[in-house]
């Protein structure tokens, strides 16, 4: 008898699916580490340093204080009646703590939660975007989440009937997205930022990519837009972002909106304005525009990708269309509660006259003000480089480069059968230990083009 | 221009998936809460009662002192560098938070981690199966979850290609196979637990239905057990086991054993044994049956379900298949360590000599005692209530009574356009605030009898 489960047998649409942030080089890094462990010396580094993917604190960079100091108190709420705690912990934690679990029924942390999210930290989320934005947010619009990526999935089942449908995504573009439209069965549209300009977002490079979908009989749904770039670092400008929003309201798309890098910019002349503000200060309302801002506990100065926190805040949707969304958050039942309680404490971090302020404070600007300059340093670094390329960094946590190889390389890489930029990662890792993304892995345009001269 | 997004366009698979735990009935009791809040006294009652899912803590029970004590030092290292700590903390927590750390790489639990999961933690796992078992486990196949559905989600989308794909899943049901089935475009193939004999797994039935589904040309890919049972509350005999084990072989199916119970055992004549044993117990190998076990810190004494961990050890997977599996759980990056953790300490609670050894035990014998005779008294009290019947009550959290309506009020349900059941967990909830899930939420054959009889 045949397997009874081969790939041959397994769900197409998986097999489809590539993920190349954490795919083949960082299978092979993962051998090399094991290789470390069991042989040591025996390659010419001692560490492997995964720049594969934004994680901080995997490269050593050190949790908020005040915000580990709260979860810890909520994970083990007998603490707070023990008075030992007051010395080990700062009094704004232990009050903090304290008002999150009042808003928790039976203070359980342990409990599964409604499924958005309970509901007293998705009041503190709308208060903090609020703030941000200067418009009003609404808990009920709020649907906390395990980081951001499971809200881009519920939002690619919702909207994705079969080929037919289309989302339009950046390349180059974090493959979160591709590899989203690959499992729930429908097609991604490409629109190609600009590296020249800075890797521009051009309205007519939509409008042109639109077009070629609809007259090949794909149905648009859904515009994804990365502010600040992933894995680009661009932030986009004021104008720009007014008319992305007026193309959706007249094309009739939802605007997916990931703004999960709004913490992370590094340029004097640039801030971060999410859509919703952008969409309130033209004068859209609700039935102007569907909405969905994807914010994350990963990114920012917090870092915090282990914990798995997150939101989608989604605006123009009906009732029942939201009500569609609500099942299946909850058929999973509802996100981790430290993540929430997580969530609620990036939209809300200590003010100033609290006691942690300015330890806080003094966290959060170093470890921006490192990544600023590391950011800046690796792209000087990479502009003195022979045959390198680098955009201006920013914002968010990366710098795409453009590498332009010798032929004997692309030859070489070519015998080995890979894409010349896998073939360069993969010697890069080997020398070095160094865990990089090829930018083929992102879409960027130059593999295809390359496939299609090269291919067999 | 019509809405862009609205029912009408969304995904049929979202639409057509049901999940009564979370349904109807909740999301009335979710209002009736609210009302209690702004209208204090204006319903007979003060609390809503949430008996719709296993959710302990939300009810009242208190957390496991030792675990939230791990927990709480790995979300803030920088405790263990206090000397209050000591007095704060039992000594083999902090050891074992110590020792937590140092398996996960740069002590980051900020981190993201391997997309299987920490490796210290899925070696803790494994050797804790290895216990329960006396059979090998190997942390190479296990894939450590944001809960057990994350890992049924992943299956499903593995194994369905489209609605020619089957899975059988036991009637009634635990509504998330069914609810994942159905985003998952596959078929449910139902077969029926027979209530007469306890909820016997009959392996008669299992051929019948599956002849019957190979019949009309469905692809049987998976057959789902759930032992202990959920919503039936039965657990399997070794005899039955065995033959359900041989089954799965000759019939070539996956065998998704939902194993989330495995510590909910009320009945001294009766204990739990995973399949796995069961399978390598009568000399079934890796190449002889594909097994995939889900195991949860949602229920068990621990009942954590908010912390959202859980694991799937995956045996009988060929390598290329397994990749596969790999490359869903990575584009979801990971799952959270804060469950991680609890999902390696479940599997290796403190052992006697330990520090925590005489309190932990103490939690959590009183917590399993507790829940036998809350079990048994509900069981004794729906067999004295009139037009109820019920079987015993031998594991899960769960009872599925049987009540017998009068036909006055299945008229009533009838011109309310509910299902009888369903009638009836309404006027409960509106005359009690307790929340139950009606037996047609999990598919009992009862509903659609009924139904056939009644539809207009």
């Given at each position: 008898m045949a397997p009874s489960v081969a790939v041959e047998n397994l769900n197409p649409k998986v097999l489809k699916c590539e993920y190349a942030v954490r795919g083949e080089i960082v299978i092979h890094a993962q051998r090399l580490q094991q290789q470390l462990q069991t042989q040591p010396g025996s390659l010419p580094f001692d560490e492997i340093l995964y720049c594969n993917i934004g994680n901080p604190q995997s490269l050593g960079q050190q949790p908020v204080t005040f915000f580990r100091e709260v979860l810890a108190l909520c994970d083990h709420?007998?603490?707070?009646?023990?008075?030992e705690t007051k010395s080990l912990f700062s009094a704004d934690a232990i009050s903090r703590a304290k008002r999150i679990l009042s808003t928790i029924p039976g203070r359980a942390t342990g409990a599964y939660s409604h499924s958005q999210g309970i509901k007293g930290l998705r009041d503190a989320i709308a208060a903090g975007i609020a703030l941000r934005d200067g418009f009003p947010a609404n808990a009920d619009d709020i649907f906390v989440t395990d980081g951001a990526s499971p809200g881009v999935h519920m939002m690619m089942q919702l909207l994705?009937?079969?080929?037919?449908d289309g989302i339009l995504c950046p390349i180059p573009q974090y493959p979160l997205y591709s590899a989203s439209i690959a499992l729930h069965g429908g097609t991604l549209i490409p629109y190609y930022l600009d590296e020249k300009t800075g890797w521009g977002l051009e309205i007519s490079e939509l409008k042109k990519q639109l077009e070629d979908a609809r007259s090949k009989g794909i149905d648009v749904r859904a515009l994804v837009v990365i502010n600040p770039g992933n894995p680009t670092g661009q932030v986009l400008a004021e104008d720009n972002q007014c008319d992305i929003v007026r193309f959706c309201k007249n094309e009739g798309l939802v605007l997916l909106a990931d703004e999960v890098y709004q913490e992370n910019i590094y340029v004097d002349d640039k801030k971060f304005n999410s859509f919703k503000k952008i969409a309130r200060s033209i004068g859209y309302g609700e039935d102007d525009l569907p909405l969905v801002s994807f914010q994350s506990v990963?990114?920012?100065?917090?870092?915090?990708?282990?914990?798995?926190g997150g939101y989608m805040e989604i605006t123009g949707f009906s009732a029942s269309v939201r009500e569609q969304v609500y099942k299946i958050a909850s058929v999973n039942l509802c996100s981790n509660i430290t993540g929430q309680i997580l969530a609620s404490l990036i939209m809300n971090p200590p003010k100033e006259g609290d006691e942690s302020y300015a330890a806080y404070k003094a966290e959060k600007d170093g470890i921006l003000q490192s990544l600023a300059r590391r950011a800046k340093a690796l792209e000087d670094a990479f502009n003195n480089l022979e045959g390198i390329s680098c955009n201006k960094a920013e914002g968010a946590m990366y710098l795409f480069p453009q590498i332009h190889l010798p032929q004997k390389a692309i030859e070489a890489a070519k015998a080995a059968k890979k894409a010349p930029d896998a073939f360069y990662a993969l010697r890069l890792l080997e020398a070095t230990g160094i865990v990089v993304v090829p930018g083929s892995g992102f879409g960027q345009a130059f593999h295809e083009a390359f496939m299609a001269e090269y291919r067999d």
């Open positions: 709420p007998s603490l707070l009646e023990k008075e994705l009937r079969d080929e037919k990963s990114k920012g100065y917090y870092g915090e990708c282990g914990k798995r």
